[in-house]
T-cell receptor, first 110, second 117 residues
Framework: AQSVTQLDSQVPVFEEAPVELRCNYS??????LFWYVQYPNQGLQLLLK??????LVKGINGFEAEFNKSQTSFHLRKPSVHISDTAEYFC????????FGPGTSLSVIP | GAVVSQHPSWVICKSGTSVKIECRSL??????MFWYRQFPKQSLMLMAT?????????EQGVEKDKFLINHASLTLSTLTVTSAHPEDSSFYIC?????????????FGQGTRLTVV
């Protein structure tokens, strides 16, 4: 079985500051990894994904994440956040089905 | 990329009535689809796996008789919430897997917000 942990339920950060949202996963098989963003009262939007190849993946809106197999982590980073990045962020792992982490609420403070 | 369409995007119904939510893969065939539920300020929880031509597989704790799933064709899965009650009010979202370069990616519908009054 697969599981996903997002240690930070809420992350406040000032505008233009860097941010890292942490994600750790557990799986006995090789999995695919994803980060999704959900704005208030909206559906999911894929930020980025790791399927294979380079462990550093770049996504939309200036986000990137690095897959670390030894640490079973897939942390999301952005060097400079904007007010518009305020949203809920979900890390997810996929083998035969997608399992979501509990989510991290990112609040960007002006 | 692949497109998954969900309908309706929102619905309000009276307690005790049933509501059907449709999930369609618009430009690809999906032998499997997944249904999730999201309560306010919570994560998405997998409810069931919809299998074309066979019975759905439900996650532990999900009532099969309350959440009826039908996957009658390779492009359509439906979730029917029977005898809905206010506690069933939630955001329901479906997804379908699609092969992409390097692996498989899940494509999600836009979700259905159900409010039971």
């Amino acid at each position: 079985a697969q599981s996903v942990t997002q240690l930070d339920s809420q992350v406040p950060v000032f505008e233009e500051a860097p941010v890292e949202l942490r994600c750790n996963y557990s799986s006995s098989v090789s999995v695919y990894l994803f980060w999704y963003v959900q704005y208030p009262n909206q559906g999911l939007q894929l930020l980025l994904k790791y399927l294979s190849g380079s462990t550093l993946v770049k996504g939309i809106n200036g986000f990137e994440a690095e897959f670390n197999k030894s640490q079973t982590s897939f942390h999301l980073r952005k060097p400079s956040v904007h007010i518009s990045d305020t949203a809920e962020y979900f890390c997810a792992v996929s083998y035969d089905k997608v399992i979501f982490g509990p989510g991290t609420s990112l609040s960007v403070i002006p | 990329g692949a497109v998954v369409s969900q309908h309706p995007s929102w619905v309000i119904c009276k307690s005790g009535t049933s509501v059907k939510i449709e999930c369609r893969s618009l430009d690809f065939q999906a032998t499997t689809m997944f249904w999730y539920r999201q309560f306010p300020k919570q994560s998405l929880m997998l409810m069931a796996t919809s299998n074309e031509g066979s019975k759905a597989t439900y996650e532990q704790g999900v009532e099969k008789d309350k959440f009826l799933i039908n996957h009658a064709s390779l492009t359509l899965s439906t979730l029917t919430v029977t005898s809905a009650h206010p506690e069933d009010s939630s955001f329901y979202i479906c997804s379908a897997p699609f092969p992409v370069s390097g692996g498989t990616e899940a494509f999600f519908g836009q979700g259905t917000r159900l409010t039971v009054v």
